[in-house]
């Protein structure tokens, strides 16, 4: 008896199937799969929460002010969306992680709907702005509803699934550890895409670097100092500048070093152990190979 052909998977039609042929990842793969690819994501996420609320009260519902306040019942809604629209959120990125750990393709799990959520990340972007405003007088329930519709379509759909699918990309992408923690790398590299005020650093507001410096700060590559300043326009010093480098490679330093234990020299004369940045520059200098300082061995 002859036996049935398994049906092919949409994925691997040739217009749709993976254009990834070797175990080792290319060029071109690392640049939009890992860097161009979360860096649009993130930006486009970061410009929404950034500038989102604004574009509501100063342009969507601008036809409902009444000397310059909007009625009460579209500021009750505008409070509640973001609220309400977290438990959305929360299901979303439990059922996206549900979704891609039973997803069995030649792409493998992640690529599929990483491909199916750029479609839905574009889609949700144009639905986002092209809400139908009131006409000033009624009740704006209709600009409500597909105001609601829109952000949940971004972010309780498809920055979930993007974000749950690229960020099981890196663990599955590659059995060569080197090649894992330069896309790793390039990964937290994407995250100055994020766009957002500064929390930590008082002195950061209005600089034209601030975006970058939060998503930096968000990325676990730079600090404030401890008077709560950072210092932007300040040269950074060696210290600071491996501490950088740890945190762009993902080593946390262990604070407890014991170099005799791991029968290491302090090759520095002006680095000490009672030094803020004794643990970040032996980190940054130690043979991987042969010397373990970090906490994530």
């Not at 676990?220 to 008077?227: C, F, H, M, S």
Request: charged share 15%; net charge neutral; proline share 5%.
């Amino acid at each position: 008896m002859e036996e049935k052909k398994q049906k092919k998977s949409l994925f691997e039609t040739p217009l749709l199937s993976t254009k990834v042929k070797s175990a080792n990842v290319k060029l071109p793969e690392m640049l939009f799969g890992y860097f161009l690819g979360p860096f649009g994501a993130l930006l486009a996420s970061g410009i929404f929460t950034s500038f989102l609320n604004r574009y509501w009260t100063d342009i969507l519902f601008a036809n409902y002010k009444e000397n310059g306040v909007l009625p009460q019942s579209i500021t009750t809604f505008l409070t509640l969306l973001p609220l309400l629209s977290a438990i959305l959120i929360v299901v979303g990125n439990l059922v996206a992680g549900q979704l891609i750990e039973r997803t069995k393709t030649k792409a493998g799990k992640a690529r599929p709907w990483i491909l199916l959520a750029s479609v839905l990340l574009g889609v949700a972007c144009v639905v986002m702005f092209i809400v139908p405003m009131g006409n000033g007088t009624d009740t704006p329930v209709l600009t409500m509803v597909f105001t609601a519709i829109a952000y949940n379509l971004y972010y309780s759909v498809a920055y979930p699934l993007y974000n749950t699918a690229n960020s099981t990309l890196v663990p599955v992408s590659t059995r060569n550890s080197n090649q894992r923690g330069l896309l790793a790398s390039m990964a937290n590299f994407a995250g100055v895409g994020r766009v957002e005020a500064p929390s930590a650093s008082n002195d950061v507001a209005g600089h034209w670097a601030a975006g970058y410096i939060v998503a930096l700060e968000r990325a676990n590559i730079v600090t404030g100092y401890e008077d709560g300043t950072f210092r932007p326009n300040a040269n950074i010093t060696r210290a600071e500048a491996a501490t950088m480098v740890n945190g762009a490679i993902d080593r946390t330093p262990d604070t407890a070093l014991d170099l005799a234990a791991n029968s290491y020299t302090n090759p520095f004369t002006d680095v000490t152990a009672g030094q803020w940045f004794f643990a970040q520059v032996m980190e940054a200098t130690v043979n991987h190979v042969t010397a373990h300082f970090h906490t994530d061995k």
